[in-house]
C-alpha cells in the first residue's frame, strides 16, 4: 500500500509563486513515476506534471510548461512542483499521484494511488 500526502498549497495573488510537495510513505517509492494533477470545480481531473523514476525524464501539460516544475528526492520519498507566474485559471486542487509503473503518462487512469489533495487559490 502506498500514501501520498500533499502540503503547500494556499492563497496566492496572480504572478506569485508556490510550492506544493508529496510526501509517500508505505511501499517503494523512487522505482516509479509520478505526476500531478490538478482538479477545479465543475471539471474534470487534468494532468498537470510527469518525472520519472530517476528524475531525469520529465512531461508537462501545455498549459503549465514553463511556469511550472516538476522535481522529486528520493532519499525524502517526496515530490515537488514549484509553481511560477501562478494565474487565476490555476486555481484548483492539486493530487499528487503514484504511477507504479514506468514510463511518463499524462492519463489519470494509468495512475493508482493518490493523494487526498491541496487546495491552491490564485486571486486576481
Known amino acids: 500500500q502506498v500514501q501520498l500526502v500533499e502540503s503547500g498549497g494556499g492563497l496566492v495573488q496572480a504572478g506569485g509563486s508556490l510550492r506544493l510537495s508529496c510526501a509517500a510513505s508505505?511501499?517503494?517509492?523512487?522505482?516509479?513515476?509520478m505526476g500531478w494533477f490538478r482538479q477545479a470545480p465543475g471539471k474534470e481531473r487534468d494532468f498537470v506534471a510527469a518525472?520519472?523514476?530517476?528524475?531525469?525524464?520529465?512531461s508537462y501539460a501545455d498549459s503549465v510548461k514553463g511556469r511550472f516544475t516538476i522535481s522529486r528526492d528520493n532519499a525524502k520519498n517526496t515530490v515537488y512542483l514549484q509553481m511560477n507566474s501562478l494565474k487565476p485559471e490555476d486555481t484548483a486542487v492539486y493530487y499528487c499521484?503514484?504511477?507504479?509503473?514506468?514510463?511518463?503518462?499524462?492519463?489519470?487512469?494509468?495512475?493508482?494511488?493518490w493523494g487526498q489533495g491541496t487546495q491552491v487559490t490564485v486571486s486576481s
Open positions: 518525472i520519472s523514476w530517476s528524475g531525469g525524464r520529465t
Open positions: 499521484a503514484d504511477r507504479r509503473l514506468y514510463g511518463l503518462s499524462s492519463n489519470v487512469r494509468d495512475y493508482g494511488y
Open positions: 508505505g511501499r517503494t517509492f523512487s522505482s516509479f513515476t
